[in-house]
């Protein structure tokens, strides 16, 4: 059956109400998918639909290198690799910068990471650093071609291919189900198939990319193969060569009518360049994505209706219809019987102990009913999340062909909803002031190839990182079991804390200790929102993994041996403290002097203490 005009609009209509039921996820996704060069990809102000990895390589790092070659010989005689892209990495930034002050973004980890990964800072950073640690610059010439290289096949072939066939599996999911967890953006992981599905997208793509040699075979070709990554979405397990008879076989007498679809495009493709790729990112890129999922699913429908070869291999039935209540009911049963129970409530807990514990998840030593509370929790938890599948809301995923693990078992015991003892509370403290020191020092002797001692205090702690974390992780309890809204508020409080740390600071000493001047939004240089950004991610790991991992670890010794470790460390800190108060650790690159330093690549968390 050919995909007429009246079924081609009867597919977009029905694209469009996918596209509206989970507009807000869909258009992330393909952001992202354009951030990190997956596909959409902004080319002088186009987005297209899949990356072309002949045109990427020759125009985005051949004429660099020519360039570099020829201004080296001119300039400079030098004929090292790093030499030659350090001088047109230059070039490039003094060009960005201009270009980037419409939006207010010259500098920042965002802008940065685009630099680092796409305009050549990698090459420079990793070859500057590695020439400071063996003083040879032909040897950090040969470890930078090396890392850079292994870097980037791997980050292609494992990162920006998988992630072309997850948003299809999303987008899949989102044309029968109301809701799409962000789990599912872990499907490969779950089934433990991320590597063959690696394999299975490096393949898709060297087919492409063979025949564009072809030219006229090219688009025959491409068509041909459209449909693999929404083949292994499906079927996660598939074998390469499987997945590309497949594809083939479906689209044969289809790839004309792909070739109209996308020819509909047309007008807003150039509507994209005309509003400079911004109707792109928020309507036409997700509704390409719905499409060609709907025609997939069309495609499919034919296939196994009728009885072609290989249809068995697309098995998953309730990825395209929803499952009968009844068979529900009968899979999810524990999580019918666990919500309609009560809670269970810790024995011993009354008075101030209840109030700290149920607002703060904060104890004075844990317990034997307390790790019980805490069993239970993750159990009910666990339970929660399946209501959505139990209610034929979401994917039942009990009911998938290929089984998927829910959590991993190394990590099956951080369970987040507990409560942590004050002799864990001190700890971490430390352990996380200890570490963000450690890093800074660690990184920034790696630019600049000389020991600074950061931070306002004298000792090896940066207390913005243990305060911040157990700000989040005690004032935060409440919400907890919604990591949405805990990102959201973990952003905010972390924004204020460093905003008035920075006031305080500057009008205590009279300095600055970081400066985000020419930061994407940033509000008078003491937050910007790339650094929310981050705090937000990391506020996530801090509360779900890092925290429940290091109080695990934390429980099994003595609370008697750690008792007299907690009250030494405190007491160090104090004297540091007062001290500091004094006597501040300032001077280069500690206070002012460093701030305004532009060649640094450096994270949010790095310049924010």
């Known amino acids: 059956m050919r995909i007429d005009g009246k079924l081609r609009r009867s597919l977009k209509a029905s694209a469009r109400s996918n596209l509206r039921r989970h507009y807000f996820i869909f258009v992330m996704m393909c952001l992202f998918a354009s951030l990190i060069g997956s596909e959409f990809v902004l080319s002088d102000n186009f987005i297209t639909t899949r990356n072309d990895p002949v045109d990427y390589v020759v125009n985005d790092y051949g004429e660099e290198i020519i360039e570099a070659e020829q201004k080296a010989a001119a300039f400079t005689g030098t004929s090292t690799f790093s030499e030659m892209m350090s001088r047109v990495v230059d070039d490039i930034k003094i060009t960005d910068a201009k270009a980037n002050e419409v939006f207010s973004r010259s500098s920042g980890t965002i802008n940065h990471v685009i630099d680092f990964f796409t305009g050549g800072t ?3 950073t990793i070859s500057s650093v590695v020439f400071n640690i063996v003083g040879s610059q032909n040897a950090a010439d040969i470890v930078m071609i090396a890392l850079s290289s292994v870097f980037t096949v791997g980050f292609w072939m494992f990162v920006q291919n998988v992630y072309i ?3 299809r599996r999303v987008a899949l999911e989102g044309r029968i189900y109301k809701r799409v967890p962000a789990a599912r953006f872990l499907f490969f992981v779950r089934n433990r198939s991320w590597f063959n599905a690696a394999l299975v997208m490096a393949i898709w793509s060297l087919a492409d990319l063979i025949s564009v040699a072809t030219i006229i075979g090219f688009p025959i070709v491409f068509y041909g193969l459209f449909m693999v990554p929404y083949i292994l979405a499906e079927n996660p397990q598939i074998k390469p060569l499987q997945a590309i008879k497949l594809s083939w076989r479906m689209t044969k007498g289809h790839k004309l009518d792909l070739f109209m679809i996308s020819l509909s495009y047309i007008g807003w493709d ?3 360049v005309l509003t400079f790729g911004l109707t792109n990112v928020l309507f036409t890129n997700p509704y390409k994505v719905s499409v060609y999922s709907e025609v997939y699913a069309q495609l499919r429908k034919e296939y196994i209706d009728g009885n072609m070869p290989d249809s068995i291999l697309l098995s998953d039935r309730f990825l395209f219809e929803k499952c009968d209540l009844n068979r529900l009911k009968a899979s999810y049963h524990d999580v019918i019987n666990v919500l309609g129970s009560p809670e ?3 024995k011993d807990l009354t008075g101030a102990k209840d109030f700290f514990a149920s607002h703060f998840g904060v104890v004075l030593w844990n317990t034997k009913d307390e790790l019980k509370y805490e069993e239970n929790q993750a159990s009910r938890q666990r339970i929660i999340n399946l209501k959505d599948e139990a209610e034929g809301i979401s994917y039942p995923v009990r009911l998938a062909p290929i089984p998927e693990s829910r959590k991993i078992r190394s990590f099956a015991n951080l369970h987040y909803m507990r409560h942590y003892s004050i002799l864990s509370l001190v700890l971490m403290f430390f352990i996380y002031s200890g ?15 000389h020991y600074i001692n950061r931070g306002v205090l004298h000792g090896p702690w940066l207390p913005i990182y243990g305060a911040g974390g157990l700000a989040i992780l005690i004032f935060l309890f409440p919400l907890r ?4 809204k805990h990102f959201v508020v973990t952003m905010i409080l972390c924004g204020a804390m460093e905003y008035l740390t920075s006031v305080i600071l500057e009008y205590v000493f009279g300095a600055k200790w970081w400066s985000y001047e020419g930061f994407f939004l940033n509000l008078n240089g003491r937050i910007c929102a790339e ?3 981050v705090f937000g991610v990391a506020g996530l790991a801090f509360i779900y993994f890092l925290s429940p991992l290091l109080d ?3 429980r099994k010794i003595n609370p008697m041996k750690l008792m007299p470790l907690a009250i030494i460390l405190v007491t160090l800190f104090v004297f540091d403290f007062v001290y500091s108060n004094l006597h501040p650790n300032m001077g280069d690159g500690i206070t002012d002097g460093f701030a305004g330093n532009e060649n640094s690549i450096v994270t949010m968390t790095v310049e924010s203490n």
């Open 481 to 484: 079991k919604s990591p949405s």
């Open 435 to 449: 570490f963000g020191w450690v890093w800074e020092v660690f990184y920034y002797y790696m630019l600049q190839g």
């Open 344 to 346: 269970y409530k810790l």
């Open 165 to 167: 066939s997850i948003i």
């Open 122 to 124: 990698m090459v420079s």
């Open 552 to 554: 695990n670890l934390i």
């Open 270 to 272: 150039i509507l994209g």
């Open 531 to 533: 650094g929310l950004l």
